[in-house]
Structure formats: C-alpha cells, structure tokens
C-alpha cells in the first residue's frame, strides 16, 4: 500500500472550515483513499473514502486530485469536537486477502479554537 | 447495540506474567483485528482474522497470540509480559475483509512494569 505525508499539526477556528491535506504520490490506481480521526483516549472512527471522485458524506468532504497523488478532507464548520488527530490511509482493492490491514501513520492532530 | 466492547480497560502487569485481551463484537462481522498504539508513532496492526477459525499476522505479531473460535470474539493472548507491551491495545472489526469501514473499541490501557 502507499505511503501517506501529512502535516503533523493544523489549528481551525471554530465555524471555519478545516482543510486537512494528504500527499500519497505513489497511490496506484486500484488504491483508495481512506479518513479516520481519532479523538483524545478514543478508538479511530471512520470519516470517509474515496478512490478518483469527490465524495461527500454526513460528517466531512474529500476532494481528490485528477492525478489523484494528493487530497484533502474538508470539515465544512470545525467545532470544538471535532479536535482530534485524523489519519490519511491508502489502501488497495481486494486482491484475495485481508484488505482491511489499515496502515495508519501519525496523522495530523486538528485544534480548533473557540 | 454495543458494537465492539474491550476488557479491560486498564491492566497492569509484571514482567513475565500472561494475561488475555477481551474483544467482543455483536455486529455479526466477519473481520476483526488487533492493534497497538504507541506514542509518536500511530497504531500498528499485530493479528486480524478473516473470520471464525482463521488468523494471520500483522505488522508486529511477536509476543501476541490469537485465536478465533467464535464469529464474535477474538482474544488476544500475552504470554509472557515485557516491558515493551507497555501501549494501549485496539481492537476493530469490519462486516467483511474488503468492507471500507472498521469500527474500533474503545481500548485497553496495559502498562508491563
């Protein structure tokens, strides 16, 4: 699988939007991309995936680029709980074996500040 | 629905000493899977199993035991506590092994002295 970069921290005003980048230029092209956050002393929660399309969901939006080697999740407006460390993953298609082997990296920790 | 439950919560051990994971899933899933969580440095997959009767390793398998006997449980057995098992343990588990979200537990705080 891919390896993910992330900035390792990012502050957001509470309101704002959050725009949590993620570099993964050796993506290849069955390998989606995958959010989970992880909030202080909690279990990760899954966000959102996608693999060459924009997705939106209830909670985030991801944004991918054409060439598909980096992308961003957008919080729409960052409150105070939504302060937590979020994971950029990328992982392959089903091949025959245990695909769901997350690789999670250190991810970048959100503030938002009241 | 309780969803993925861990016990303990926080567990404390001397070096040498065995213990058990508790991990207990009521959403019928066929996958599940354990990780640690060190500081600095994310979480790390060490066993998952596809479903009841089959285990492999993950990333950082050595000194952990497994076993799925059941759909719901998954066990994560130390059998001689070392100072470097000192993390915190996940447990998660998906409706399959290709399913994109995994649903974790809440985590089981082990500190080997």
């Known amino acids: 699988d891919a390896k993910t970069t992330q900035p390792p921290s990012m502050d957001c005003a509470e309101g704002r939007a959050a725009n949590l980048p993620c570099n993964h230029s050796t993506i290849s092209g069955n390998e989606y991309v995958y959010w989970y956050r992880q909030i202080h002393s909690q279990g990760p929660q899954y966000i959102i995936h996608?693999?060459?399309n924009n997705e939106t969901n209830e909670m985030a939006s991801l944004i991918i680029t054409e060439d598909r080697k980096s992308s961003t999740l957008i919080l729409p407006h960052a409150t105070l709980r939504d302060t937590a460390v979020y994971y950029c993953?990328?992982?392959?298609?089903?091949?025959?074996?245990?695909?769901?082997?997350?690789?999670f990296g250190t991810g970048t920790l959100l503030a938002v500040q009241p | 629905n309780a969803g993925v439950t861990q016990t303990p919560k926080f567990q404390v051990l001397k070096t040498g000493q065995s213990m058990t994971l508790q991990c207990a899933q009521d959403?019928?899933?066929?996958?599940m899977s354990w990780y640690r969580q060190d500081p600095g440095m994310g979480l790390r997959l060490i066993h998952y199993?596809?479903?009841?009767?089959?285990?492999d390793q993950g990333e950082v398998p050595n000194g952990y035991n497994v076993s799925r006997s059941t759909t719901e449980d998954f066990p994560l057995r130390l059998l001689s506590a070392a100072p470097s098992q000192t993390s915190v343990y996940f447990c998660?588990?998906?409706?399959?092994?290709?399913?994109?979200?995994?649903?974790f537990g809440s985590g089981t705080q082990l500190s080997v002295l």
């Open positions: 199993s596809v479903g009841a009767g089959i285990t």
């Open positions: 998660a588990s998906s409706n399959t092994a290709s399913d994109e979200k995994l649903f």
């Open positions: 996608g693999l060459k």
């Open positions: 993953i990328v992982r392959g298609g089903y091949y025959g074996g245990a695909t769901n082997k997350l690789i």
């Open positions: 959403m019928n899933h066929e996958y």
